[in-house]
């Protein structure tokens, strides 16, 4: 068993296995690693407020590594020291990316509703094969579309050749 003053290493990360029941490994200054039955390792920081234990979620190991575990715990003890909460803060975090999201995704919906141009000068529309040079037996296509010409017979020819 490690000595609870020790800090955590990656090695001892890596080599944690799931058991029946979940365990932490706590590394120092309120962060751990919760390892779930599942196999998960999520890092979460205890911190206490107003008298009360609270537990803030960082992460999951190996998506969030040790090092910046560390850096995202300092950063909550950090506003901790200012008198904040770290949990309301990050709660606050997610409803402002929520709402720019939402913004986002209006602000693109309303340019779906934008009328398009027909061609590529939209002051003139090409409605018939003339336009665009064509013999009259050939219908226009549509724009970027490739063109369909017909192309005469390459058989032999009247000279007898081909």
């Given at each position: 068993m490690r000595d609870p003053q020790m800090s955590l290493s990656d090695a001892a990360i890596r080599s944690a296995k799931s058991k029946s029941a979940e365990y932490k490994l706590f590394d120092e200054g309120g962060l751990f690693l919760l390892i779930k039955p599942s196999g998960s390792k999520l890092w979460r920081f205890k911190y206490r407020i107003n008298g009360k234990e609270m537990a803030l979620a960082l992460g999951s190991y190996p998506a969030t590594g040790l090092k910046d575990a560390r850096k995202a715990?300092?950063?909550?003890?950090?506003?901790?020291?200012?008198?904040?909460?770290?949990?309301?803060?990050?709660?606050?975090?997610?409803v402002a990316a929520s709402i720019a999201a939402a913004n986002r995704a209006q602000s693109v919906d309303q340019l779906r509703h934008l009328p398009q141009p027909t061609s590529l000068f939209p002051d003139?529309?090409?409605?018939?094969?003339?336009?665009?040079?064509?013999?009259d037996c050939v219908e226009t296509p549509p724009l970027f579309a490739p063109l369909q010409i017909p192309i005469p017979h390459r058989g032999k020819g009247q000279d007898g050749k081909g």
């Open positions: 715990r300092d950063d909550a003890k950090e506003l901790l020291e200012k008198g904040g909460d770290p949990s309301a803060e990050k709660k606050r975090q997610a003139q529309r090409l409605t018939d094969a003339k336009h665009i040079g064509l013999p």
